[in-house]
């Protein structure tokens, strides 16, 4: 199975955007679903958003619609999370998940594999 690495993570003031991206290695990426996942001090690990193989469906939480966006690169083994006017709320430990289920899975449980994850605070 591949091995995933996130990268990009940063202190930013509230407002910013921030990319974070993921790197493959050692498996084959595009046969892997994508998804990302975020956990704040205290509390559980939540859904960020997914996207497909191809790259041509995504699912996001509700309450990041418009400000998030995944994409992904097959060719580069990388997927990506460009995130948008942040919030302090935002801040969190962010983690890239792969998945070999059939749909856009929201579950951590669906996931077969994990990032170590890369730390994102925004500050008021």
């Known amino acids: 199975q591949v091995h995933l690495v996130d990268s990009g993570g940063g202190l930013v003031q509230a407002g910013a955007s921030l990319t974070l991206s993921c790197e493959a290695s050692?498996?084959?990426?595009?046969?892997?679903?994508m998804g990302w996942f975020r956990q704040a001090p205290g509390k559980e690990r939540e859904f960020v958003g997914a996207i497909s193989r191809s790259g041509g469906d995504t699912a996001y939480a509700e309450s990041l619609k418009g400000r998030f966006t995944i994409s992904r690169d097959n060719a580069e083994n990388t997927v990506r999370l460009q995130m948008n006017s942040l919030k302090p709320e935002d801040t969190a430990v962010y983690y890239c998940a792969g998945s070999t289920w059939w749909t856009l899975p929201r579950d951590t449980i669906r996931y077969n594999v994990w990032g170590q994850g890369t730390q994102v605070t925004v500050s008021s």
């Open positions: 050692g498996g084959t990426f595009s046969s892997y679903v």
